[in-house]
């Protein structure tokens, strides 16, 4: 019998297709992935958050019984603060066609972009949004230090340049932001494809009140435990307490997508292996040297078919890979860094994956459209802790994590422990 392969034609050209830069409303690619029909063939590590209790239930690769979760972790708990609406439902979601969804409604932009609410850490939350009562719309953020009780409106950086877009914050550590601006041209015509258009950088040290023109060093490695901002074709990093930006070029086809990890471990990418596998890429040195480690064996796809797994990761030793089936997953899991890999958990999900985010050793968090499901064993038995409340979790510099809501808001929840959840609505704008 022929040995199986895994034709990653496609996924190379959906990796060009995708590299493109990350500049005002484009900085909100993140959030508008899951309003294309190919969202969830996107890799890159999100997190997931859970409220409410449910019943116990095991979901086992095979009939052997399963040691019961662990109770060492404290039950899960949403608030809303006093004054603020309550989040509506989350969105549903259809199958397209087999293994791709869509939300049954399309989501609405506010004041034309897609915003998300980034963190700086717990309490300096932000937001790109634009003012449009006057034309041309202004580019504007709103900042909060409060986690997010009170907001405060201020004007971004004025990007003058022909066929430039409006800057938009692309990191943010504490108080301090870097606001990156790109070209975005209108049309095609009377482009000079030769011709190289280079990133713009503002640094803000004081939550985005002044801002001053920041140039960034191409270097040949990224400074460690610095913040990073991954893209296909290159990585940049900020020093939280000067501002200044860093950034190392690579080929935009060498690696096909990014894992987001917390501020300070490795970069982690996906890239092709052998004829059946994909690899996690990792680099300790700030992306100077990268070291290949296998994923499990999935079977072979369609020609131009989108990736079907996932990589998640937020510390670089616990790591989980889904393989996504129609409405269901195969979850595997290490524990030494993806070396070597447990036998797969069959999940059902009854709909899209939207999210894995694992906490500590033991503890893993899967989110769907409808639920999310949390294992205190490594993710061999799970329990239902609640409904969906959003997508594209991350962690926060400084520790906590975030979630955005997934239902037309704009708002999200905070957490310092992954246990208990703080709803944060957007601020009024424009």
Known sequence: MPEPTIDFRGLAAAAAAAAKPDYADVLARAERRRHRRGWFGT???????AIGGGTTFAL???RVPRPAPVAEVRPWKTVVPPGATAPKPQISYIEIKPGLWDPKYPDKPLTGIFPEIKAGDLNHLYMNYQDCRAKPCKAMLAASSDRGRTWRKL????????????PGVMQASGSTLVAASGFAPRSSEGIDSTERFETEYWVSADAGVTWRKAKARDADALP??????????????????????????RDRLAHLDYVETLTGNELWALVPADRSHMAASISVDGGRTWEKRLLPALPP???????????????????????????SIKLYASGDGART?????PIDLNGPLLGVLPVGDRTVIVQSAHDVLR?????RTFTRVGPSIGGFPRPIPGGGYIINTNNNE???????????WTYVNHPPVP
């Open 43 to 49: 890799t890159f590590v999100v997190l997931a958050v």
């Open 155 to 166: 004007p971004l950086p004025r990007q003058d340049r022909p066929q430039f877009a409006q």
């Open 341 to 345: 890999w447990s036998e797969p958990v």
């Open 410 to 420: 704009y708002s999200a929840w905070i957490s310092e422990d992954g246990a208990e």
């Open 375 to 379: 294992s205190t064993d490594g993710g």
């Open 224 to 249: 460690i435990g610095q913040p990073v901002h991954q893209r296909i074709d290159g990585d940049t990093a900020f020093d939280p307490a000067t501002g200044d930006v860093v950034r190392v070029r």
């Open 60 to 62: 086992t690769a095979d």
């Open 301 to 327: 796809v369609a020609h131009g078919a989108p990736m079907r797994s996932s990589l998640f990761t937020t510390d670089g030793r616990t790591v989980y890979f889904a393989e996504r089936l129609r409405d």
